[in-house]
């Protein structure tokens, strides 16, 4: 066996490695955008349609927020360990997948652009 022979057995072992992990978390990450919808209804009073309007200031758009954030944010006002006297109640009674189906959902609206 020549010398490259292993580096080329080694490139492509990582990579078909590689490949197949990002295959398999895909189906982990799939949710379900309207059941996401469905959920995200009573969001609209604060939040506005799609999450696209806010109805002050002070309330956070969430169209085009990143899944990840979302799952985070929603899971620490149900843990109680971001606290929000509005969020937090509303946070509390949403199970593990309506946390991930809401946060898809809003993640897959267009969210705000900014001209340079």
């Not at 490259?4 to 990582?14: A, E, I, K, P, Q």
């Not at 169209?63 to 109640?89: E, W």
Request: charged share 25%.
């Amino acid at each position: 066996m020549a010398p490259g022979d292993l580096n080329v057995r080694t490139t492509t072992s990582v990579l078909a490695m590689l490949a197949a992990l990002c295959i398999g978390t895909a189906p982990a990450m799939a949710r379900d955008y309207e059941a996401g919808k469905q959920k995200a209804e009573s969001c609209k009073a604060c939040h506005g349609e799609a999450g696209k309007e806010p109805v002050t200031p002070e309330t956070p758009r969430l169209a085009g927020q990143h899944y990840d954030y979302l799952v985070h944010a929603l899971q620490a006002y149900k843990k109680g360990t971001r606290d929000n006297a509005l969020m937090s109640p509303m946070a509390r009674p949403l199970s593990e997948d309506d946390i991930r189906d809401m946060a898809w959902y809003f993640a897959r609206q267009k969210g705000l652009q900014t001209k340079y």
